[in-house]
């Protein structure tokens, strides 16, 4: 991940007047105490699961491999919430030390590390989101989610390399290798670890996905001036709402991603925190936010979200793991 990743509870962000935010008004990383891990698990009907059942998933989960280690949500709320706290997920200084070893593993024995939410998720959403660039056009924006399994007979004919594509926080680069696999060509990721954007530069040169574009940038304080028509995040909002400052680096976030994402283009969020009704309470909240200062202002709508995720009863709710919803720009 790094660039960030992973995040909230009950989106209340509708209720924020508009903020004007500069680094100033942000606490360093070093200058904050950071609480032990806690890990959130929602259910599609935005439910949460009592602390002792959570630590119980989060064990079964991180035993068997499905999420990186350490694995942390956190909350969209204005006010701190009880059950989920800032973890050192949130803070560039554990990235950096992160890749930094995975980086050295590369070297030695050729590993490529973590893969953010497992193999399966990263698969599903590159053919997912592959499937909604062939079929999803300004002019007719449709819900999609179930053809993903569609054949490339029954897809309408479309030019993949016309989709410029930025994955932020793209950690070791492996989820733009599976976009590429499937046709996408205008590729970029980009991370504010430098030594993710190393080791994510070494496998693609390695596995022979060169024409993958990698820059070491901070989504927050981004220096890119192109726009995307398709932008994707796999676990970055996740990271930044983690950070001790989350609240208001969120709406950050969602400032820059306004300005990356092209007229009529895409963003693919996927977290393991939020349920699709939560980051689309999200969005919701930054287009009253914007709309209400500036009425021709950019705004997202939503478009379609993966259901083809296992999921699980409790409590009378059933729930997944992991949520992958799509939005368009007005």
């Known amino acids: ?34 609480a032990a891990d806690s890990w959130s698990i929602k259910s599609d009907y935005g439910s949460t699961l009592d602390d002792e059942q959570r630590h119980v998933d989060a064990s079964d989960a991180l035993s068997s491999g499905i ?5 942390d949500c956190s909350s969209d709320k204005e006010a701190p919430d009880a059950e989920v706290e800032p973890s050192v997920l949130g803070l560039q200084s554990y990235w950096d ?10 070297h030695e024995h050729g590993h490529a590390g973590e893969v953010w939410f497992g193999a399966d998720v990263m698969d599903t959403v590159a053919a997912w989101t592959k499937n909604l660039c062939t079929n999803v056009s300004p002019d007719n924006v449709q819900d999609l989610a179930n053809d993903v399994s569609k054949s490339d007979s029954e897809t309408h004919s479309a030019d993949l390399s016309t989709w410029s594509v930025l994955d932020i ?15 996408f060509t ?26 993958i574009a990698f820059m070491v940038d901070d989504i927050l304080e ?10 994707v995040d796999k676990g970055t909002l996740d990271a930044i709402g983690l950070h001790p400052d989350g609240h208001i680096k969120k709406i950050m976030y969602w400032d820059t991603v306004a300005k990356l994402v092209s007229p009529g283009g895409m963003l693919v969020i996927t977290s ?19 709309l209400a200062a500036d009425p021709l202002a950019t705004s ?18 059933e729930g997944s793991r992991v949520a992958t919803v799509a939005f368009v720009r007005n």
């Open 1 to 34: 991940m790094a660039g960030m990743r992973w995040p909230p509870e009950d989106s209340e962000m509708s209720q924020i007047r508009p903020v004007t935010v500069t680094p100033a008004d942000l606490i360093s990383d070093d200058d904050r105490s950071v």
């Open 186 to 211: 205008d590729l970029m990721g980009t991370d504010y670890s430098e030594g993710a954007v190393d080791l994510a530069r070494g496998l693609a040169e390695r596995d022979g996905f060169t024409n």
């Open 272 to 290: 393991c925190n939020s349920t699709k009704d939560e980051l689309m309470q999200e969005v919701e909240a930054f287009n009253q936010r914007k």
């Open 169 to 183: 926080g793209t950690g070791n680069g492996l989820f733009l290798q599976e976009f590429a696999k499937q046709g």
């Open 300 to 317: 997202f709508r939503y478009v379609s979200h993966v259901r083809t995720y296992p999921t699980f009863m409790f409590g009378g709710s």
């Open 97 to 106: 030390s992160t890749y930094a070893e995975e980086l050295a593993n590369f």
């Open 222 to 231: 981004t220096k890119l001036e192109r726009q995307f028509r398709l932008v």
């Open 67 to 71: 999420f990186r280690a350490a694995s």
